[in-house]
């Protein structure tokens, strides 16, 4: 009797468990399967469709008039960007310029995470702050900042007059200079917190092993420090490179005529020409593109959540 | 020993990491208080833009919008990413985790022109097929910050989480408690600082956030960040100086109190 009792409460309490589990994992996960992932099968899908003019401005893929369903599938979009060579150069430009930011990003701040990996305890709370607070802060400020310092009437210039560097004010703002100092400066803090976490675990009597061995120190770097932070490095760059790809804020506010940004030509295309399937289309090839990149970020970002302690 | 020298070598990039960091915002905040309107040209002290910025009713109800937006967002993302935190860190097991995990980490990278885009084509699609939202407006901008919010906080959570020593719950689950009431007794205690700068991490990506925003926002919804574009586009102007300015203030504040939370608990933690 006593055993049977304690078996159906066992069985309610396990029950009562799953119950839970299902309820915990299902209400995220339909949130994200509605807003997330669904939002991106609907641009695939108009990036098929064509633009008229209508509300909404494309014509449906699917339909469904007397009885017969039909699907109106359009390439026509994929083969405009490859026909408008300015569709490639934009995707190349954007590529090109995010890789140098990124590699500004990581020449800067490399050092800085080292520096910091390095630093007693109590310094560490303060840098850690005084590194993040920036990257908290409105991202839309801190580029515009920039546009009073690079300006023809700019400080920079200024005082480049000033010490007699140039004798006329250089062009700084609209440039792909600006694009990617502005990058670099508004991505930095991206860079170096990965990195800092990896250094930080780094167990510091591999480097005094080497040393009493008698590895210099710059030899000691190279072969133990630097291969030993990659998961850092890997994390940092994508975080830089991969939001870098579409930006839309930094070229726009610190780009000239000239600077092709794949972000703000989907921009233009959606709200001023109103083409949202040419939009869809930029979208998805953008999303291919960074596909790897994503990829290796996840599994980076996936097995330090699972990381216990 | 180590030796000193890429030691020094690195503390010297530091320091030149963080003044590259700091010094365009303290530029900022220094010509917000110029006379002229000229941001070239020093003209003496003034607060005179601040207040025109007071009397900026555009601003002010833009404000004012943004701020509603950001709270509900938060509070939401917060829900949301602790069920996710507990998800990743708690059920090894389970069917449709590895989906769960890509969903929620993605929108950490995703390019915000993509991520604006597909949410709008998802609201004109629902829209259409089950008549709503009728309006895009507050509502809609609330889910799209919600959901890529949610992704920062199922971070800052989990981090939290991974080190909460489950002994105590075990505890609590064997003596009869139910998960729900384990979880409200025993782990949100624990994992409240978090919580509570997750939310905070939340609030002011809200209120920061442009390129979304513009995407599934209607013309009654103009967050803060839209008219600040819209006003920086033509140029620099002081007025936005000074508005930039109180905004870097007030967020470095918020900053500033959720990393106190975190590091007290820290402390705490350390100590006990």
Known sequence: MARKLMSTALKGRIGAVVFHRRVVFGIPFLWLLLFFLLPFALVLKISFSSAVMAIPPYEPVFSFVDNTFTVMVNFGNYLFLLSDSLYIAAYWGSVKIALVSTLVCLLIGYPMAYAMARASASTQMVLLLLVMLPSWTSFLIRVYAWMGILGNQGLLNNLLLWLGVTDEPLKMLNTNFAVILGIAYAYLPFMVLPIYTNLVKLDVRLLEAASDLGCRSLTTFWAITLPLSKAGIIAGSMLVFIPAVGEFVIPELLGGPDTLMIGKVLWEEFFNNRDWPVASSLAIVMLALLLIPIVLFHRFQARELEKNG | ????????????????????????????????????????????????????????????????????????????????????????????????????????????????????????????????????????????????????????????????????????????????????????????????????????????????DL?????????????????????????????????????????????????????????KRRES
Request: hydrophobic content about 55%; proline content about 4%; charged content about 10%.
């Open chain 2, 1 to 208: 020993m180590v030796r000193s020298r890429p030691v020094s070598f690195s503390k010297v990039m530091l320091i030149l990491g963080l003044l590259f960091l700091y010094l365009p915002m303290v530029v900022l905040i220094v010509y917000s208080f110029n006379a002229s309107r000229l941001v070239s040209v020093w003209a003496g002290f003034s607060t005179h833009w601040y207040g025109e910025l007071f009397r900026d009713q555009q601003i002010l109800s833009a404000v004012w919008m943004s701020l509603q937006i950001a709270f509900y967002s938060a509070s939401m993302a917060v829900c949301l990413g602790t069920l996710c935190a507990f998800v990743m860190t708690r059920f090894k097991r389970l069917r449709g985790r590895t989906l769960l995990s890509s969903m929620i980490t993605a929108p950490l990278v995703m390019p915000e022109v993509i991520t604006g885009l597909s949410l709008l084509l998802l609201f004109v699609q629902m829209a259409q097929t089950i008549g709503w939202p009728v309006d895009r407006g507050m509502a809609t901008v609330w889910i799209a910050h919600t959901t890529f919010c949610s992704a920062y906080v199922a971070v800052v959570v989990s981090a939290r989480l991974k080190e909460v020593d489950r002994s105590m719950e075990e505890a609590a689950m064997d003596l009869g408690c139910t998960p729900w009431k384990t979880f409200f007794v025993i782990t949100l205690p624990v994992i409240l600082p978090a919580l509570v700068s997750g939310w905070l991490l939340a609030f002011t990506l809200s209120l920061d």
């Open chain 2, 211 to 267: 390129v979304i925003a513009s995407f599934v926002s209607g013309p009654g919804a103009t967050t803060l960040p839209m008219v600040v574009f819209s006003s920086v586009r033509m140029g620099v102007s002081p007025k936005i100086n000074a508005l930039a300015t109180l905004i870097i203030l007030a967020v470095s504040l918020i900053a500033f109190i959720a990393w106190y939370l975190m590091r007290r608990s820290e402390v």
